[in-house]
T-cell receptor
């Protein structure tokens, strides 16, 4: 049983560009959350998707957007990249949050903005 | 919103000794407290969690305690082994309609177990 998978593993972009990161949840999970982890810090909640809708959002600007597909996979899009967007982007999947809070993380995508 | 503080930031222990990491939270509505272990180059791995209706939970060498009145919870690792070396994160999650599953993480504790 595959766990949470993310692609790509690493990505290098320049300021002002746009990036799309992808996540496939653990089998049986239908809720996907995205987190940003800066170097040496704990993960920060970006947003959460359930039933193809954004259900919750953290303190991130509108440059950060997402999507969830009917097969529960998800994308994170970041527009107009800034140097400060350099971080490890983590995807976590779970059963419907109302049933169970356990979130399982993928390996992350390391984004470097030059 | 929720704020989670974690300490110490680094912890060095001899193999076989115990390690204790402490966290405090601010939102009394928080009712779910997971602990994650993150090894270099990997995503966080859930190692144990506790809910607000339980005061203590154990899983082999790992235990977590929760004091709701004081709003703090702790991770205890006994008989530490070199493979326990990693960064450990505590987190808290409230159970309100508009905040389900929104984990608030601490800053992490780098644990180094020396043989």
């Amino acid at each position: 049983d595959a766990g949470v998978t993310q692609s790509p593993t690493h990505l290098i972009k320049t300021r002002g560009q746009q990036v799309t990161l992808r996540c496939s949840p653990k089998s049986g999970h239908d809720t996907v959350s995205w987190y940003q982890q800066a170097l040496g810090q704990g993960p920060q909640f970006i947003f959460q998707y359930y039933e193809e809708e954004e259900r919750q959002r953290g303190n991130f600007p509108d440059r950060f957007s997402g999507h969830q597909f009917p097969n529960y996979s998800s994308e994170l899009n970041v527009n107009a990249l800034l140097l400060g967007d350099s971080a490890l982007y983590l995807c976590a999947s779970s059963l419907p949050i109302i049933l169970n809070n356990e979130q399982f993380f993928g390996p992350g995508t390391r984004l470097t903005v030059l | 919103g929720e704020n989670v503080e974690q300490h110490p930031s680094t912890l060095s222990v001899q193999e076989g000794d115990s390690a204790v990491i402490k966290c405090t939270y601010s939102d009394s509505a928080s009712n779910y407290f997971p602990w994650y272990k993150q090894e270099l180059g990997k995503g966080p791995q859930l190692i144990i969690d506790i809910r607000s209706n339980v005061g203590e939970k154990k899983d082999q060498r790992i235990a977590v305690t929760l004091n709701k009145t004081a709003k703090h919870f702790s991770l205890h690792i006994t008989e530490t082994q070199p493979e326990d070396s990693a960064v450990y994160f505590c987190a808290a999650s409230p159970r309100g309609f508009d905040s389900w599953g929104k984990l608030q993480f601490g800053a992490g504790t780098q644990v180094v177990v020396t043989p």
